[in-house]
């Protein structure tokens, strides 16, 4: 089955630095790679996806960049605010009904 | 757009009894809905696939007779934790996806936080 390895586990930036969390996977039939962003005592929030014809989506802040090659994907949060602290999970999924591997999560901080 | 609630938020309950949940997907049609549970300060494990008008699919290691799923519309599924134990305590979140939408993209619920006593 599809295993998601996610780094770093904890990352603190100061605030209006850039973040950076990094994903691997393994089967390379995945196609789906969304990240979803956590808040304490709350579900899993889409924030950005990518498909694999893509290789880089941007949504304001957010970016997301995929390297089919090499199995990797990777978040990019620029002018990171205080708002942004919550742990980040990214996930792999196959197919357009398929149940998505997580990542371990990070727990992103950003400090004033 | 693409909202999921879940009822209740929490629940509190005696060791033995049933706890039933529902997932609802409010402004989109979903055949296909994912029940996961969630330890403290750990990654989402997914329990079973829920899918409209037929039997779940559960995952590996995870009991059907205890963790019984009922996707009966295409709106709304349940996840009923029968004879529940303090080991069963745990935050529980649905998501769906959206029908109407190519290529997966799952939206999830809230979560539902059970504790057993």
């Known amino acids: 089955g599809e295993n998601v390895e996610q780094h770093p586990s904890t990352l603190s930036v100061q605030e209006g630095d850039s973040a950076v969390i990094k994903c691997t996977y393994s089967?390379?039939?995945?196609?789906?790679f969304p990240w979803y962003k956590q808040e304490l005592g709350k579900g899993p929030q889409l924030i950005i996806d990518i498909r694999s014809n893509v290789g880089e989506k941007k949504d304001q802040r957010i970016a997301v960049t995929l390297n089919k090659t090499a199995k990797h994907f990777s978040l990019h949060i620029t002018e990171t605010q205080p708002e942004d602290s919550a742990v980040y999970f990214c996930?792999?999924?196959?197919?357009?009904?398929?149940?998505?591997?997580f990542g371990t999560g990070t727990r992103l901080q950003v400090t004033l | 757009g693409a909202v999921v609630s879940q009822h209740p938020s929490w629940v509190i309950c005696k060791s033995g009894t049933s706890v039933k949940i529902e997932c609802r997907s409010l402004d989109f049609q979903a055949t296909t809905m994912f029940w996961y549970r969630q330890f403290p300060k750990q990654s989402l494990m997914l329990m079973a696939t829920s899918n409209e008008g037929s039997k779940a699919t559960y995952e590996q290691g995870v009991e059907k007779d205890k963790f019984l799923i009922n996707h009966a519309s295409l709106t709304l599924s349940t996840l009923t934790v029968t004879s529940a134990h303090p080991e069963d305590s745990s935050f529980y979140i649905c998501?769906?996806?959206?029908?109407?939408?190519?290529?997966?993209?799952?939206?999830f619920g809230p979560g539902t936080r059970l504790t057993v006593l």
């Open positions: 089967d390379s039939a995945s196609n789906y």
């Open positions: 996930a792999a999924g196959t197919g357009t009904a398929s149940k998505l591997t």
């Open positions: 998501s769906a996806r959206d029908s109407g939408r190519a290529g997966g993209t799952q939206y």
